[in-house]
């Protein structure tokens, strides 16, 4: 039977541009992030692993819907992933959640796979599966908003979790 860990947590006491994850420890099999934004403007959020942006050693793949209509979507050779794509801009705790799976991530001999859920009740709910090609440990994290800039708020949380 799995159990999970609490590793750390970030809740934003001012504005930021990105939250960041680092010296993730190794020996979980898997990791889990709950995000519960709070953003100043509409915004999906990216991934970016080991501080690696470059290559294009990301894809992925996306599935969304909003109760009257859907939509897919692939992106490969990327230089981030997407870890949401619905992206009402949200000042209050109105159930906006993403939660992302990375899946094996410290395994040396596999590209990494993750798996992303959010949703927003007023905007719809969205499901990501991505690719990071890269064999080594996943060791940082950084969460970033896809518009740039300090449009993290005050009172977003970050969890990471580890999986045994």
Do not use: H
């Not at 949200?90 to 796979?113: M, Q």
């Amino acid at each position: 039977m799995s159990s999970i860990e609490y590793i750390n947590s970030v809740v934003l006491t001012a504005s930021a541009a990105s939250v960041t994850f680092d010296n993730i420890p190794d020996y979980y099999e898997d990791l889990k992030l709950i995000i519960c934004p709070k953003v100043s403007a509409n915004t999906t959020f990216l991934i970016r692993l080991n501080s690696i942006s470059t290559g294009s050693l990301y894809s992925d793949t996306f599935l969304q819907g909003n109760g009257s209509s859907v939509a897919s979507t692939r992106l490969s050779s990327q230089n981030e992933a997407r870890a949401s794509y619905v992206s009402t801009a949200r000042s209050t705790n109105d159930g906006g959640i993403i939660e992302i799976d990375f899946l094996s991530y410290s395994n040396t001999s596999i590209f990494k796979t993750f798996l992303s859920n959010s949703g927003i009740a007023s905007e719809g709910v969205d499901s990501i599966v991505c690719l990071f090609r890269s064999l080594d440990s996943i060791s940082k994290i950084d969460i970033i908003p896809s518009v740039g800039g300090s449009i993290l708020s005050s009172g977003s949380t970050f969890t990471l979790w580890g999986v045994r």
